[in-house]
């Protein structure tokens, strides 16, 4: 490749620049201050190469005139930002030796003409050689007046002081773009090769105009697709009507044989009953169509799924702005209040954390996944796109993310029909989105919004046309349908494909719970048995409707192939495999020796064989009765093997296709490598602010990384039980989410959250979830709390009490605890909990004095002899200053009403002496309804059910005794991802938190460990 760029190797080292002369020039980081009352604009990616005529020269100019108006309205002052890429220097098309000319420069000069307007110019991936070579940037200052930087610092002047804004040209946070020196003229990225040497060798002449617009992608690493798709459209299309030769020749070849049968021969006359005999042609034809469909799309899997696989495995394309926007992250917590990029091509303006995210977007046409119809590859659509930024100086800093942005035609004919132009929001003109009051503005949904949705429709499809194929199969065919199958078929034949497609049919009921979670297995079952089920629908009867639902599903189906990846249970379905093989034989082998010796022994009855009786039993195990068993037999004995196989069948596909099951068993195996669980505790020491963040601390509980965020879940079932909230910097947890979700989505994972705080259900919604109420948690803010008072007489009378008969009570570090005092203290929680296991899940650490649990807090009460009589552990609640409520417990003896009073009311008192503001308590249940706050009549309702259960889930009691202390209340949620799956969430909570124990989300509901005992 002796074209390619120059290495270290090859260049002449008086040729490299020096450094010091490029800071000069183009120094690292510019700071700029804008006065309040001026204004900023900035954009990106104009991509302008020299007049020489390129194929997408107009589109850009179209492109370039929207922006140029908005120049032409702005009077300034201000200053003008180009975040990168304003020249392309790595097309073939462009004179290296000179700086194209552009009416955008001119807009530039025209505007520092009549106006105070600094420019700044950023160098980009394209044209990063701005960064290194002066006699280029000169050339260009030439033009119009501006400045270098690599990067700007932008100092916003507001009513409350300077706030820092920083505007970056974005090539840094792509791992194929970046750079390690970006004034090297000899550094080549990957990305660079792929532009500047490989695309131009197969672009060279006009045979290779399909590649037109593959180094204008808004994500380059979909480029393999993109290649895909072009084959497919513009180069495969034109062999299109070829195929339908061969189904043509189909469609002749039969009419002969059709018409030379006897019904045919005695209808000939009949127009319209000729007619219907070429209809049976068609649909022949049809099925014909549809296996030499299947034939190429296999091929086109050999072919390509190499490639794609490949390609998903190694870059996350859903989101092409996650790179900058953590790095916006970053850039927030380190002080500044937002960042802006330029390259990534996706226009952005969301808010990170308490600052923001922007990102230009282009003025340029660039090109854009689209789907196609009937499930065929992806079409790249054109698209006419000026975005930029602008943020205005005054009370406040405000930022605002402007478009004039409209798709154009697709490239070819074939494009044109078969693109799918769905609703876009980045087609609109104006204002997309502002910070920091208005709304924000993303163009990359989440797969898992998309694909649950796929998932939700075809799960319904399979089940109903499953259910409407049984009933067909379960009726008598029309008769001259069936007249016109036996010249083909002979009776046997329909009848056999009738059972088959009741097989198939209730194979599909059955498939539609492991396509609802998104199963690859179930999905490939259910496209074939819907295929076979169709050309079985024929067979049977010639049931056209039934035949034609099962088609156009399959094609559902195909179109949404990507939203069926999700892995099975693979030891599950080897259980299944061998359940359904082993028992199949043995009930197969033990039915035909007893039915045998019972005909022939007892009946005797020799008209059948032993080998004749083993096929018999196999087939009726498998619907069928075409060998014979005698009468009295067979009359008891085929529904018995009936039922035998459904039964094994049944075992066997439940077993094939349930979601991958969590088997890790053991402390060490659960939480994975010890340096996981280290992650994990280091995670909530730095990053908690919930009261529930301890908890996500439960040897139960297994970990989800990401961006130093932890998220914490169990697996019940099909189940992934999240609790707590998102554990990280604020502002990445959401994106945490985002993945998280996906993760789980990959493996066919139901996702619930119980205990979820009311400030995360924006993010919750926002990725399609939905959140029910049920219940608050009690916190009581320790330096307001007050004994005083007539309402606090009988808690002040009890607390008294207690003290009078000489309780007392100690703090304590669970961690470091004196032997012979935790010998005391096991003995209490021994008596307490009768040999039962600790319950709980969201608000239970599930463990006690466990010397890796730092800076919990014990209250130890004991009589007035010293004897250990109950105690209460909390761990730390940073975000609240204060601790939250682990366990409670105390022994069986007699002591005064009021122990468990007495020990919260001294720990609330230590607290306030020692500088902490506030104390979790219980988790009152659906207490808003109990206190009439939620007035509806459904809440009516809620509350004559509850107050009906209180005597044994103590529902009604337990808000009443967290009342006492007078705390402030904070609601929680249990957040569901769909209805359909909201049973499943509340039994995996049910045993996340014990029988009895639901809804209730917490502790004490064992009547021996309540506070309300004495």
Not at 85 to 92: A, H, S, V
Not at 879 to 892: A, C, K, P, Y
């Amino acid at each position: 490749m002796s074209d390619l760029p120059k290495t270290p190797d090859h260049i002449d080292n008086h040729s490299i620049p020096d450094s010091r002369a490029i800071s000069f020039h183009c120094p690292a980081t510019r700071t700029v201050e804008v006065s309040i009352g001026e204004k900023v604009l900035i954009a990106s990616d104009f991509f302008i190469k020299s007049s020489t005529q390129d194929a997408d020269s107009a589109s850009d100019r179209d492109c370039l005139d929207r922006f140029i108006s908005a120049l032409n309205r702005w009077d300034g002052p201000g200053v003008v930002i180009i975040a990168g890429n304003l020249l392309d220097f790595l097309t073939r098309s462009v004179d290296s030796k000179t700086i194209p000319d552009s009416p955008l420069f001119q807009a530039f000069a025209s505007l520092c003409s009549r106006t105070n307007i600094q420019i700044f110019v950023l160098p980009g991936f394209r044209d990063s050689r701005l960064a290194y070579d002066t006699a280029a940037a000169e050339q260009l200052r030439q033009i119009f007046p501006f400045e270098l930087a690599l990067e700007i610092d932008l100092q916003i002047e507001t009513i409350d002081g300077f706030e820092k804004v920083r505007v970056t040209a974005g090539r840094e946070f792509d791992p194929v773009t970046s750079a390690t020196d970006p004034y090297s003229p000899v550094e080549t990225p990957w990305a660079q090769h792929l532009l500047a040497d490989f695309w131009p060798r197969y672009q060279s002449n006009k045979k290779s105009k399909w590649l037109h617009g593959v180094e204008r992608l808004r994500d380059p690493i979909v480029s393999v697709r993109f290649v895909i798709s072009r084959m497919t459209y513009q180069k495969a299309a034109r062999f299109a009507p070829w195929i339908l030769l061969p189904l043509l020749l189909s469609f002749l070849v039969k009419i002969p044989i059709v018409i030379s049968l006897p019904i045919v021969n005695r209808l000939k006359h009949h127009a319209v009953s000729l007619g219907s005999q070429l209809a049976y042609i068609g649909a022949a034809t049809l099925i014909d169509s549809a296996v030499l469909l299947i034939a190429i799309l296999i091929l086109l899997r050999v072919s390509y799924a190499r490639f794609i696989t490949e390609e998903s495995e190694n870059i996350k394309t859903f989101d092409i702005n996650v790179s900058a926007r953590l790095g916006a992250a970053n850039a927030i917590e380190n002080g500044y209040t937002g960042l802006i990029v330029g390259h990534f091509l996706t226009p952005e303006l969301s808010r990170v954390g308490e600052g923001f995210f922007a990102c230009t977007g282009s003025v340029s046409q660039i090109y854009v996944e689209a789907p196609a119809a009937l499930g065929l590859p992806a079409i790249f659509r054109p698209k006419k796109q000026a975005t930029w930024i602008e943020i205005d100086a005054g009370a406040s800093l405000h930022a605002r993310l402007l478009s004039n942005t409209s798709f154009a035609k697709a490239d070819s004919l074939v494009e044109q029909l078969l693109v799918i132009k769905r609703k876009d929001k980045a087609v609109r003109s104006g204002q997309l989105a502002s910070y920091p009051d208005g709304n924000d503005y993303r163009e990359d949904q989440l797969p898992v919004v998309k694909q649950v949705r796929s998932r939700r429709i075809a799960s319904a499809a399979i089940f109903i046309v499953g259910a409407l194929n049984l009933a067909s199969a379960l009726t008598p065919p029309i008769r001259s349908r069936l007249h016109f199958i036996e010249e083909f078929f002979p009776i046997t034949i329909s009848r056999t494909a009738g059972a088959l497609v009741a097989m198939a049919s209730i194979g599909l009921m059955f498939l539609a719970g492991g396509v609802r979670r998104g199963q690859r297995q179930a999905w490939i079952f259910a496209l074939a048995l819907s295929i076979g089920a169709a050309s079985l629908n024929l067979i049977k009867g010639g049931d056209f409707e039934e035949a034609l639902a099962l088609l156009i599903l399959a094609l559902y189906l195909v179109s949404k192939r990507n939203s069926f990846k999700a892995p099975s249970d693979r030891p599950s379905l080897r259980r299944g495999i061998r359940a359904l093989v082993l028992g199949a034989a043995a009930i197969i082998i033990f039915s035909t020796s007893i039915i045998y010796g019972y005909a022939a022994l007892i009946k005797h009855n020799h008209s059948i064989s032993y080998w004749g009786t083993f096929i018999a039993v196999g087939e009726r195990m498998a619907g069928f009765s075409t060998h014979f068993l005698p009468g009295t037999v067979n009359q008891f004995a085929a529904p018995a093997l009936a039922l035998s196989g459904l039964g094994l069948a049944t075992i066997a596909l439940f077993l094939a296709f349930r979601p991958v099951v969590d088997r890790s068993k053991g402390l060490s195996v659960r939480f994975g490598a010890r340096s996981e669980r280290e992650r994990a505790r280091a995670i909530v020491a730095k990053y908690s602010k919930g009261t529930l963040d301890y908890f996500a601390l439960r040897d139960d509980k297994r970990y989800f990384f990401a961006h130093s965020c932890l998220v914490a879940y169990a697996n019940y079932g099909s189940v992934a039980l999240v609790s707590p909230d998102p554990v990280g910097p604020d502002t990445t947890k959401e994106q945490a989410w985002k993945e998280f979700l996906t993760f789980a989505n990959a493996k066919g994972w139901i996702v619930g959250v119980l205990g979820a705080d009311e400030a995360w259900l924006d993010s919750y919604q926002a990725t399609g979830m939905h959140s029910v109420y049920v219940g608050d948690e009690a916190i009581v803010a320790v330096k307001e709390f007050r004994l005083e008072g007539k309402k606090n007489k009988g808690l002040r009378q009890a607390v008294g009490r207690i003290r009078k008969y000489g309780y007392t009570v100690e703090f304590h570090d669970p961690s470091r605890l004196d032997p012979h005092l935790k010998a005391a203290l096991m003995s209490v929680m021994g008596q307490s909990r009768k040999g039962e296991a600790e319950r709980g899940f969201s608000m239970t650490l599930g463990r006690v004095f466990d010397p890796s649990d730092k800076h919990l807090l014990l209250t130890v009460c004991k009589d007035r002899e010293g004897t250990v009589v109950g105690f209460c552990q909390w761990v730390p609640a940073p975000g609240i200053t204060g601790f939250s409520l682990d366990l409670m417990r105390r022994d069986l003896g007699a002591h005064p009403n009021g122990l468990m009073d007495f020990m919260i009311v001294s720990t609330i008192e230590y607290l306030a002496n020692h500088a902490y503001e506030n104390l979790s308590l219980n988790f009152a249940t659906m207490r808003a309804v109990l206190s009439g706050e939620m007035d509806s009549m459904t809440q009516r309702v809620e509350k004559w059910f509850l107050k009906r259960m209180g005597d044994s889930m103590q529902i009604e009691s337990l808000w009443r005794f967290n009342s006492k202390f007078d705390p402030h209340w904070h609601p929680r949620y249990v957040i569901y991802d769909n209805a359909e799956h909201a049973p499943a969430i509340l039994l995996a909570i049910a045993r996340a938190e014990a029988l009895w124990e639901l809804p209730i989300i917490g502790r004490f509901l064992n009547p021996a460990d309540s506070p309300l005992h004495p």
